[in-house]
């Protein structure tokens, strides 16, 4: 018989059905790693562009924190440019009134005047606020009692004296204002 067992039922030859599912079994295992291969292949280069762009956000945003920081540096360094530039004009006013020689009183306490309105517009146009609490009630956020006084004319626990004004920049305060109270 030859190695070829026939069955009778159905007419098949075993042996070259066989072969055939060898051959078979050969191209799928063999196209199974080709596959795999590719997907491989296909994964490394999607994660080899995903650590590039990964590289560059990290580059990009450590570029974007030295230039803010850098910014910020800046802001700090020339805040008070802009503020700087206009005292100059007082400390010019301050500066010629002194010069003057033979000047009577009166003329340096007109200057000195021009001055302190020069000083204040300045101040103003750059939100400082003067607090001048005279007759008002006692906040102790913005006023600063260094005594109290009996006081007939002012309601108990009102400012009756403003020893030192204070001044807020924005409406935080910068320095208290100095006062007198009312005692009660």
Not at 25 to 54: C, F, H, I, M, T
Not at 112 to 132: C, H, N, P, R
Not at 144 to 155: F, L, N, R, T, V
């Amino acid at each position: 018989m030859n190695g070829q067992v026939e069955h009778p039922d159905d007419g098949v030859d075993e042996q070259a059905l066989n072969e055939e599912v060898s051959a078979i079994d050969e191209v799928e295992q063999g196209d199974e790693p080709a596959e795999a291969l590719s997907e491989l292949e296909k994964a490394q280069a999607a994660a080899s562009e995903n650590w590039e762009r990964y590289l560059r956000t990290a580059a990009e945003l450590e570029n974007v924190r030295k230039r803010a920081s850098r910014d910020v540096e800046n802001a700090h360094r020339f805040a008070l440019e802009r503020f700087s530039k206009e005292l100059l004009a007082v400390r010019d006013s301050l500066e010629m009134g002194i010069a003057v020689e033979g000047a009577s009183v009166e003329s340096l306490l007109e200057g000195s005047e021009a001055t302190l309105k020069i000083l204040g517009t300045t101040m103003q146009q750059f939100g400082i606020e003067v607090i001048d609490p005279a007759g008002e009630p006692f906040d102790p956020d913005f006023h600063e009692a260094i005594s109290m006084q009996p006081s007939d004319d002012a309601e108990p626990g009102s400012v009756v004296v403003v020893v030192q004004k204070g001044y807020s920049l924005n409406g935080r305060l910068l320095r208290p204002a100095m006062v007198v109270v009312a005692a009660d």
